[in-house]
């Protein structure tokens, strides 16, 4: 299933006014932790699958990118992408992340930020980055944490009074299809375990060098409910690196 919850006008209206829509990268509170596992980008030739707005397109080309490709389901994610930045060095494609078909070892760089948890499937869509990838090749990515995303709630335990308690997880090993409420309702997820996201780097011929659950940056401390995100991990972010060996 190919859900485009962010073509949606209700949907995207919302996105719209979160703080990393309107601040970029600095608003979204995984960022330093990612930017941390990114190899040097001078001259290198990247992709980012699941673009959205463009932010992390910009920051390959400010730190020196040769090019970048930036690839989104939503016509209306990339529409903004697009008038944010008029750089020929940035290429922007509308695609579903399952549909890509770029040529062998046509990248040095692969990220994606908070887009696999939407996918039905990512053995495959491993596979083809790897292959997309030069050898020493790296791979990052971020994902909604499964302990995040293992119930359709996706929500704490409140007492009587409306505070929480506690982050329930069930149903982890039932992997699949979640029926969440994420700014609307009916936002379709996929819940896989942290075992599964590992044996598909590594069945596609990946090294994992990196495993983060990032929390939120000193600065970030100050915004209401912010603490709370340290009690239970939100984001997972992986760096996988491809055989330099490999062809």
Same mark, same amino acid.
Request: net charge negative; with cysteine.
């Given at each position: 299933?190919?859900?485009?919850?962010?073509?949606?006008?209700?949907?995207?209206?919302?996105?719209?006014? &979160?703080?990393?829509?309107?601040?970029? /990268?600095?608003?979204?509170?995984?960022?330093?932790?990612?930017?941390?596992? /990114?190899?040097?980008?001078?001259?290198?030739?990247? /992709?980012? /699958?699941?673009?959205?707005?463009?932010?992390?397109? #910009?920051? &390959?080309?400010?730190?020196?990118?040769?090019? =970048? @490709?930036?690839?989104?389901? !939503?016509?209306? &994610?990339?529409?903004?992408?697009?008038?944010?930045?008029?750089?020929?060095?940035?290429?922007? =494609?509308?695609?579903?992340?399952?549909?890509?078909?770029?040529?062998?070892?046509?990248? $040095?760089? =692969?990220?994606?930020?908070?887009?696999?948890?939407?996918?039905?499937?990512?053995?495959?869509?491993?596979?083809?980055?790897? $292959?997309?990838?030069?050898?020493?090749? #790296?791979?990052?990515?971020?994902?909604?944490?499964?302990?995040?995303?293992?119930?359709?709630?996706? $929500?704490?335990?409140?007492?009587?009074?409306?505070?929480?308690?506690?982050?329930? =997880?069930?149903?982890?090993?039932?992997?699949?299809?979640?029926? +969440?409420?994420?700014? +609307?309702?009916? @936002?379709?997820?996929?819940?896989?375990?942290?075992?599964?996201?590992?044996?598909?780097?590594?069945?596609?011929?990946?090294?994992?060098?990196?495993?983060?659950?990032?929390?939120? !940056?000193?600065?970030?401390?100050?915004?209401?409910?912010? +603490?709370?995100?340290?009690?239970?991990?939100?984001?997972?972010?992986?760096?996988?690196?491809?055989?330099?060996?490999?062809?």
């Amino acid at each position: 299933m190919k859900q485009n919850k962010y073509n949606d006008s209700e949907f995207f209206s919302a996105y719209k006014q &979160m703080p990393r829509s309107i601040q970029g /990268l600095e608003g979204a509170g995984e960022w330093h932790v990612f930017k941390a596992l /990114l190899p040097e980008l001078r001259n290198k030739d990247v /992709l980012d /699958l699941g673009c959205g707005f463009g932010w992390h397109c #910009r920051y &390959m080309r400010e730190q020196g990118a040769r090019s =970048v @490709v930036g690839v989104d389901i !939503s016509e209306k &994610m990339l529409r903004q992408a697009r008038e944010h930045s008029e750089d020929p060095a940035i290429s922007y =494609v509308q695609l579903p992340i399952e549909d890509i078909a770029f040529d062998h070892s046509r990248f $040095d760089v =692969v990220i994606s930020s908070l887009a696999f948890h939407y996918l039905e499937s990512v053995e495959s869509i491993f596979r083809k980055i790897h $292959d997309n990838l030069r050898p020493g090749g #790296r791979f990052i990515f971020s994902v909604e944490h499964p302990i995040f995303t293992s119930r359709n709630e996706q $929500d704490w335990h409140y007492d009587a009074e409306g505070n929480r308690m506690h982050w329930p =997880v069930d149903h982890y090993q039932s992997q699949g299809i979640r029926s +969440t409420t994420f700014l +609307t309702d009916n @936002v379709i997820k996929y819940h896989r375990t942290i075992s599964t996201y590992f044996n598909a780097l590594i069945d596609a011929g990946f090294t994992i060098k990196a495993v983060k659950e990032p929390m939120p !940056s000193e600065e970030m401390m100050g915004i209401p409910g912010m +603490t709370d995100e340290n009690r239970r991990p939100m984001f997972l972010i992986l760096s996988a690196q491809k055989d330099s060996a490999a062809n």
